[in-house]
DNA sequence: CCGTGATCATTT
DNA sequence: AAATGATCACGG
């Protein structure tokens, strides 16, 4: 089978979703002579890349929406056999310098969550990935509260993050999103601020958007209860 | 090392 | 059980 091209409009991208949805993973895996590993404990990714390729994203790899014509971001979404997430979001890379001039309005957060097809993988670990099912993707944008939920723990991260209180800060801060590790292990260390402005090496961190918070989108999507 | 794709594993 | 911290693979 060819590689998929790039969905040319929105109404494809959906129509493509629409398509695969009820199919396991092992299903659309074959279609596409994809390798499905037993596990995911060396291959996490393996979904989102899986679903990246089937659907015809173009941004693997690069700080751009999956969709770069279409500018939307293609999130998978790990959910239980009750319908609720499984994991945390990641949404990108938290930039521990150079704040200077950085505001929610040009974050890379709010850019990432602008405008999202969230596609929800029926995931629980004791199924293996060729038995896991694709659910029904829905495209997305933050509501005003939300997006006023999002802002207001961005804005106190990356001012904690500025005055050099990085070290202070662990994944409890933030009502919707929070700040993680995000690194190949831990001893890999990145640039950042602090205690007095002096520079410090650190863990490397991201965001990630708290499971209560893609519990109440899939609810809003689908309906409580 | 950075940023993409995330889930695993341990602690609470 | 849920939340937090640690980790895996890959391209550049």
Do not use: C
Not at 215 to 224: D, S, T, V, W, Y
């Amino acid at each position: 089978m060819n590689k998929p091209l790039p969905p040319a409009s929105t109404s494809e991208l959906m129509t493509r979703v629409n398509d695969i949805a009820g199919l396991t993973l092992g299903e659309i895996a074959a279609s596409y002579a994809f390798n499905t590993p037993e596990n995911l404990l060396r291959e996490k990714g393996w979904i989102g890349q899986l679903i990246e390729y089937v659907l015809g994203a173009t941004a693997a790899s690069k700080p751009e929406p999956d969709f770069e014509h279409l500018g939307i971001e293609l999130k998978t979404l790990p959910i239980s056999y009750s319908g609720k997430p499984l994991e945390t979001t990641y949404v990108s890379i938290t930039p521990l310098t150079n704040l200077h001039g950085v505001t929610w309005q040009n974050s890379v957060v709010k850019k990432k969550l602008s405008h999202v097809l969230w596609l929800p993988i029926l995931s629980e670990r004791d199924l293996a990935p060729t038995d896991r099912i694709i659910g029904n993707g829905f495209l997305w944008q933050p509501s005003t509260l939300q997006e006023a939920q999002l802002k207001k723990d961005w804005e106190e991260l990356t001012e904690m993050i500025a005055l050099g209180n990085i070290e202070q800060i662990n994944g409890h801060f933030g009502q919707v999103l929070q700040l993680r590790p995000k690194a190949a292990n831990s001893k890999a260390l990145t640039q950042a601020i602090g205690p007095n402005g002096k520079e410090i090496m650190t863990l490397p961190r991201g965001y990630y958007l708290k499971t209560e918070f893609t519990r109440q989108i899939l609810a809003e999507q689908f309906g409580a209860g």
